[in-house]
T-cell receptor
Framework: GDSVTQMEGPVTLSEEAFLTINCTYTATGYPSLFWYVQYPGEGLQLLLKATKADDKGSNKGFEATYRKETTSFHLEKGSVQVSDSAVYFCALSDPRGSTLGRLYFGRGTQLTVWP | DGGITQSPKYLFRKEGQNVTLSCEQNLNHDAMYWYRQDPGQGLRLIYYSQIVNDFQKGDIAEGYSVSREKKESFPLTVTSAQKNPTAFYLC??????????????FGQGTRLTVV
């Protein structure tokens, strides 16, 4: 079945450091891939998405490229800020399949950025 | 502003009692979902619904029930049969466009504590 594996946390960085959070997936169809972010005590916010192979999603300085050959969707940011501290979730869905667009999530990666 | 509203934000329940969590959306989205989040884990799907008066069990439906009598509303009842109900519950919705389901948008969550 469909599944997502993402890098275990926590990740602790200094401000302006480079961030990578690894994410790989297993899917039977042609999934869409997402990164969601969760701030303490809140729901999930969509950070970026990619709907087909080689697409690059980007938002707020974060980027991720849909790599079908390596079944990966790694999240990167060139220079993190204290305000980026949150939990990041990689997820996939099959938008056309019988699973009605449900999301399959990784376990989440806690990011803490120190000034 | 369009969005998904979950209420209440915090909920306390005595063991043996049923409790209903509210989820309302004014985005005119077709599909709605309930996820459960436990510390250190990803989100797990409880129930989902694509159209009014129809819904499907997710991965952890035991001890939960839902209804979808209106397009904008998808309440979740946590019954006394749910053995470990203390968790953070997240409602989400997505739009069907061109035969596909788009990315999911999330509410702010309800934290349920059994006392």
């Amino acid at each position: 079945g469909d599944s997502v594996t993402q890098m275990e946390g926590p990740v602790t960085l200094s401000e302006e450091a480079f961030l990578t959070i690894n994410c790989t997936y297993t899917a039977t169809g042609y999934p869409s891939l997402f990164w969601y972010v969760q701030y303490p005590g809140e729901g999930l916010q969509l950070l970026l998405k990619a709907t087909k192979a080689d697409d690059k999603g980007s938002n707020k300085g974060f980027e991720a490229t849909y790599r079908k050959e390596t079944t990966s969707f790694h999240l990167e940011k060139g220079s993190v800020q204290v305000s980026d501290s949150a939990v990041y979730f990689c997820a996939l869905s099959d938008p056309r399949g019988s699973t009605l667009g449900r999301l399959y999530f990784g376990r989440g990666t806690q990011l803490t950025v120190w000034p | 502003d369009g969005g998904i509203t979950q209420s209440p934000k915090y909920l306390f329940r005595k063991e043996g009692q049923n409790v209903t969590l509210s989820c309302e959306q004014n985005l005119n989205h077709d599909a709605m979902y309930w996820y459960r989040q436990d510390p250190g884990q990803g989100l797990r799907l409880i129930y989902y619904s694509q159209i009014v008066n129809d819904f499907q069990k997710g991965d952890i439906a035991e001890g939960y029930s839902v209804s979808r009598e209106k397009k904008e509303s998808f309440p979740l009842t946590v019954t006394s049969a749910q053995k470990n109900p203390t968790a953070f519950y997240l409602c989400a919705s997505s739009l069907r466009a061109g035969g596909m389901l788009t990315e999911a948008f999330f509410g702010q969550g309800t934290r349920l504590t059994v006392v």
